[in-house]
């Protein structure tokens, strides 16, 4: 019998990350799930067979080690990382801060390649796979979206660069952007709709989707489905693929 495939997903405490965590648990993974929220980690990975809680701030230039050593260490061996951590604040560019801009690259950005970075030796010995999950704001720029859009846009530009390492090296490197998604963001999102316009929730969701030009929002299994897919053996041809999940938002070619 196979020995079981083990991945890390950051940002596993909730939305898609958790989703993403869920779904390969559920596929016989076994699942390092990192995330700042410790309690909500914990919570997480005691619902899920052969996974693992390891509480770390990705922006900390330590953590991705040790989070890549704790996997190693738990499950001896690393097949997939999943970069899904990290959140940007959203607001008039003239209003946002070099903290923010700091802070929105620091997670999600250097984050994912402190990570990849750390995981890469292992993942190359295992012939394995890295997915990132950046977002459509990086292919459709928003005046309200712009440190999001800025880090969404580098986070495909690396997938391409190590898409072309990874070729020469064993290693799949591949990227989903999530278009509107039922997370807790979305759900800000229709909040503000709602404040701004008046609207009761149910109106503002129709509203923010007839802004975006999709039939429905999507769900972060959705989204864990197609990761599913890039790290399973249908998805081996798949090196370097910028996947948009957005339910057709996207309409350039």
Same mark, same amino acid.
Request: neutral net charge; proline residues 2%.
């Given at each position: 019998?196979?020995e079981p495939?083990?991945?890390?997903?950051?940002g596993?405490?909730?939305?898609?990350?958790l989703a993403?965590a869920?779904r390969l648990?559920?596929?016989?993974w076994r699942?390092?799930?990192?995330?700042?929220?410790?309690?909500a980690?914990?919570?997480?990975?005691?619902?899920?067979?052969?996974a693992v809680?390891?509480?770390?701030?990705?922006?900390?230039p330590?953590?991705?080690?040790?989070?890549?050593?704790?996997?190693?260490?738990?499950?001896g061996r690393l097949?997939?990382v999943?970069?899904?951590?990290?959140a940007t604040?959203r607001?008039?560019f003239?209003?946002l801060?070099?903290?923010?801009?700091?802070?929105g690259?620091?997670?999600?950005?250097h984050?994912?390649?402190?990570l990849?970075?750390?995981?890469w030796?292992?993942l190359?010995?295992?012939? %394995?796979?890295?997915?990132? =999950? /950046? #977002?459509v704001?990086?292919?459709? $720029?928003? &005046? *309200?979206?712009?440190?999001?859009g800025s880090?969404n846009?580098?986070?495909?530009?690396?997938?391409?660069?190590?898409?072309?390492?990874?070729?020469?090296?064993?290693?799949?490197?591949?990227?989903?952007n999530?278009?509107?998604?039922?997370?807790g963001?979305?759900e800000?999102?229709?909040?503000t709709?709602?404040?701004?316009?008046?609207?009761?929730?149910d109106?503002?969701?129709?509203e923010?989707?007839r802004?975006?030009?999709v039939?429905?929002? %999507?769900e972060?299994?959705? =989204? /864990? #489905?197609?990761?599913?897919?890039? $790290?399973s &053996? *249908?998805?081996?041809?798949?090196q370097?693929?910028?996947?948009?999940v957005?339910?057709?938002?996207?309409r350039?070619?």
């Open positions: 019998m196979a495939r083990a991945a890390i997903v950051s596993a405490s909730r939305g898609i990350g993403i869920e648990a559920a596929d016989g699942v390092l799930l990192a995330a700042r929220s410790g309690e980690l914990a919570e997480a990975a005691a619902r899920l067979p052969g809680a390891h509480a770390a701030d990705l922006r900390d330590a953590a991705a080690e040790g989070a890549v050593a704790a996997a190693v260490k738990a499950f097949d997939l999943v970069n899904s951590a990290g604040q607001g008039d003239l209003e801060s070099d903290a923010a801009w700091e802070d690259f620091a997670l999600k950005l984050g994912a390649v402190r990849t970075r750390a995981a030796p292992h190359r010995d295992a012939g %394995g796979s890295v997915v990132m =999950i /950046a #977002g704001g990086g292919r459709v $720029a928003s &005046a *309200d979206f712009t440190i999001g880090v846009a580098a986070l495909m530009n690396l997938t391409k660069a190590l898409a072309d390492k990874g070729v020469a090296e064993g290693v799949r490197v591949n990227c989903i999530p278009g509107s998604i039922r997370t963001r979305l800000g999102r229709i909040a709709v709602m404040k701004e316009k008046g609207l009761d929730r109106a503002a969701a129709a923010l989707a802004q975006t030009g039939a429905r929002f %999507g972060p299994a959705e =989204i /864990a #489905g197609v990761v599913a897919f890039l $790290a &053996a *249908d998805g081996a041809y798949l370097g693929a910028l996947l948009d957005d339910g057709g938002w996207v350039a070619v």
